[in-house]
Nanobody
Framework: QVQLVESGGGLVQPGGSLRLSCAAS????????MSWYRQAPGKERELVAS???????NYADAVKGRFTISSDNAKNTVYLQMNSLKPEDTAVYYC?????????WGQGTQVTVSS
């Protein structure tokens, strides 16, 4: 079965960096789009970044220039490098895989940006 397991979240000071990882299993990695979403308390889940099977990427305006999405097909893992973090980046971050008409989600990892 498809599994997505996020890791790498935590507490970081403003201006700091974190790298999130999403380990995927149960499907052929590298042929489907993968994405990172986030959901802050009281807000809707929003797209942060996505990557296609050929390596093209797309970012939300709020994170452009600060976040980078990448994937490693040998490790079946997609990453989200987050730099220059701001308090407004605080949220639960989710990994998503779009397999044709079905979307699969991970359980999420908490990122808290606070001094």
């Amino acid at each position: 079965q498809v599994q997505l397991v996020e890791s790498g979240g935590g507490l970081v000071q403003p201006g700091g960096s974190l790298r999130l990882s999403c380990a995927a299993s149960g499907f052929t990695f590298g042929v489907y789009p993968m994405s990172w979403y986030r959901q802050a308390p009281g807000k809707e889940r929003e797209l942060v970044a996505s990557i296609t099977h050929v390596g093209g990427s797309n970012y939300a305006d709020a994170v452009k220039g600060r976040f980078t999405i990448s994937s490693d097909n040998a490790k079946n893992t997609v990453y989200l490098q987050m730099n220059s973090l701001k308090p407004e980046d605080t949220a639960v971050y989710y990994c998503k895989a779009d397999l044709y008409v079905t979307a699969y989600w991970g359980q999420g990892t908490q990122v808290t940006v606070s001094s």
